[in-house]
């Protein structure tokens, strides 16, 4: 769980002494350093800026914390140059010799690349958000059906010339010519290609 809520991060606080910076004027690409099992930091350029996140850890109870079930807590500080920096409070139920403060910082760092591939095309292009489908069932087969139109767009556009411009607009406009031939195609073939570049 993530949380920028004032509230939860002045109540860790407490637990959480000043962590130090990763590292000194480092001119590498990306670096991480352990700073201890309860302390991680990495530098690395993003998009041009240099980016700086110390995460700091410390075992918790629910008491402290007035959420269920927490194992640890940790704040993230990032700094990214040319902007303010952000804290924010982590909490997981996993305990310290499951996940120490590197591991958590890497993790953090890679959920970004679900939240930015998978969940934005169905958030944006599919319009999940707005599903107004209310029983399990057609939440379920709904969820299949966009998931299997996310993965046929996927493995169309690896095939496009530019593939990074490509949209699932431009999927759903390639299916649907020709009174939708290809996408008839593609669901009635026993070996569907969809290699073919537009």
């Known amino acids: 769980m993530k949380t920028s ?11 959480f002494p000043e962590p130090p910076a990763p590292g000194g004027n480092s001119t590498a690409e990306r670096e991480d350093r352990a700073l201890g099992g309860t302390c991680a930091g990495s530098r690395e350029r993003n998009k041009g800026r240099l980016e700086t996140r110390v995460l700091q850890s410390a075992p918790i109870t629910a008491e402290q914390v007035g959420f269920p079930l927490p194992a640890q807590a940790a704040l993230l500080r990032r700094e990214v140059q040319g902007q303010q920096p952000e804290t924010v409070a982590l909490l997981t139920s996993l305990p310290p010799e499951r996940l120490d403060a590197a591991r958590w910082l890497d993790l953090n760092r890679s959920h970004w690349d ?39 767009f996927m493995h169309w556009r690896a095939h496009q010339r530019k593939p990074r411009q490509k949209t699932t607009t431009d999927f759903a406009a390639s299916m649907s010519a020709e009174h939708a031939r290809r996408a008839l195609r593609t669901v009635t073939s026993s070996r569907p290609n969809l290699a073919t570049a537009s």
């Open 114 to 152: 679900i939240e930015t591939g998978l969940h934005a095309r169905l958030d944006v292009s599919r319009r999940d958000d707005q599903c107004r489908l209310r029983t399990a069932n057609a939440l379920h087969v709904h969820g299949i059906f966009a998931r299997l139109a996310n993965s046929l």
């Open 5 to 15: 809520n004032a509230s939860c991060r002045s109540r860790l606080r407490p637990f």
